[in-house]
């Protein structure tokens, strides 16, 4: 996974008010949470503001970073857990990150990318990819910035489920009965068939 350093400040003040005076700053309000709970058992999260300079990278990327957080001099390292955007705008309006450490899991939705030529396409069919990314649990550390998956030897009709797959060190959240990908039978590859009878 990439590494992306982002720093920011302690917000003391928080309700619509105030977040709407930190974004005419060009500012976004923040939320860390962590391994810290109150007394129902509920994470505490940690408010503070960045610039929406500093989270294009993070953001506007198909990439999937763990973040060098620094917030008033104090480092931890974080994952992007969630981001609102404006309706209209499509501004960031809120982002909530979560604290990683080297040995809690956390559940993370990776890109996947598929390699090599289908033996359904060689046969005229086309290859549809249905998922872009799937959601794997592991250590931060483990989790890589691609899942790359082989479908060379997808025939035409043939598809590729969730529960097919399997990565070392991940666990996939994403339900069994997905489909990832498949090769559908196109008018020409149909036309190839029906000659070859």
């Given at each position: 996974?990439?590494?992306?350093?982002?720093?920011?400040?302690?917000?003391?003040?928080?309700g619509?008010?105030?977040?709407?005076?930190?974004?005419?700053?060009?500012?976004?309000?923040?939320?860390?949470?962590?391994?810290?709970?109150?007394?129902?058992?509920?994470?505490?999260?940690?408010a503070?503001?960045?610039?929406?300079?500093?989270?294009?990278?993070?953001?506007?990327?198909?990439?999937?970073?763990?973040?060098?957080?620094?917030?008033?001099?104090?480092?931890?390292?974080?994952v992007?857990?969630?981001?609102?955007?404006?309706?209209?705008?499509?501004t960031?309006?809120?982002?909530?990150?979560?604290?990683?450490?080297?040995?809690?899991?956390?559940?993370?939705?990776?890109?996947?990318k598929?390699?090599?030529?289908?033996?359904?396409?060689?046969?005229?069919?086309?290859?549809?990819?249905?998922?872009?990314?799937?959601?794997?649990?592991?250590?931060?550390?483990?989790?890589?910035?691609?899942?790359?998956?082989?479908?060379?030897?997808?025939?035409?009709?043939?598809?590729i489920?969730?529960?097919?797959?399997?990565?070392?060190?991940?666990?996939?959240?994403?339900?069994?009965?997905?489909?990832?990908?498949?090769?559908?039978?196109?008018r020409?590859?149909a036309?190839?068939?029906?000659?070859?009878?």
């Amino acid at each position: 996974m990439k590494s992306l350093s982002i720093s920011g400040s302690a917000r003391t003040e928080v309700g619509k008010k105030a977040t709407n005076e930190l974004r005419k700053q060009g500012l976004v309000p923040c939320c860390l949470y962590g391994e810290k709970r109150d007394e129902n058992g509920n994470p505490v999260s940690f408010a503070f503001s960045v610039t929406t300079e500093s989270l294009r990278k993070l953001v506007y990327t198909p990439d999937i970073h763990v973040v060098e957080l620094t917030i008033d001099g104090k480092a931890v390292k974080a994952v992007m857990k969630d981001i609102q955007f404006h309706p209209v705008k499509d501004t960031i309006l809120h982002v909530d990150f979560y604290e990683v450490t080297e040995t809690k899991p956390i559940v993370m939705a990776v890109p996947v990318k598929l390699e090599g030529l289908a033996d359904g396409v060689r046969a005229g069919g086309k290859l549809v990819q249905l998922q872009r990314t799937l959601k794997v649990k592991a250590v931060y550390t483990a989790i890589p910035e691609k899942l790359f998956i082989n479908v060379t030897s997808l025939g035409l009709g043939k598809s590729i489920k969730v529960g097919d797959l399997s990565f070392e060190g991940l666990e996939l959240v994403t339900v069994k009965e997905a489909l990832v990908c498949a090769v559908k039978t196109t008018r020409a590859s149909a036309a190839a068939a029906a000659a070859a009878k």
